[in-house]
């Protein structure tokens, strides 16, 4: 059964760095493909960063606003994948989660709050 679970949002001031984890339990980390979105307060689920499974090279793709800031990885044998992000700004602030498809079926974590401010 396909479980995904965050952690490691807090509060960081502007400019600082935070490491959000998502144990991904149930899924071929080979083929899985996995992705981090998040939600400001009032705003759409917005799209953050994807990374493919190892099988196909674990190749990352970023929305335009993260780029060079955030960096998605996966660790397999602790069935993880995380979001290093630094540079943070307040704008970041928002709810973070991760997705995955398996079997046409979508699942998404409960979130992890991420609030930046001084």
């Known amino acids: 059964q396909v479980q995904l679970v965050e952690s490691g949002g807090g509060l960081v001031q502007p400019g600082g760095s935070l490491t959000l984890s998502c144990e991904a339990s149930g899924i071929d980390h080979n083929t899985g493909v996995v992705s981090w979105y998040r939600q400001a307060p009032g705003e759409a689920r917005e799209w953050v960063a994807v990374i493919s499974g190892i099988s196909a090279g674990a190749n990352t793709l970023y929305t335009d606003s993260v780029k060079g800031r955030f960096t998605i990885s996966r660790d397999a044998a602790r069935s993880k994948v995380y979001l290093h992000m630094r540079n943070l700004k307040p704008e970041d602030t928002a709810i973070y989660y991760c997705?995955?498809?398996?079997?046409?079926?979508?699942?998404w974590g409960q979130g992890t709050q991420v609030t930046v401010s001084s």
């Open positions: 997705r995955t498809v398996q079997n046409n079926i979508v699942y």
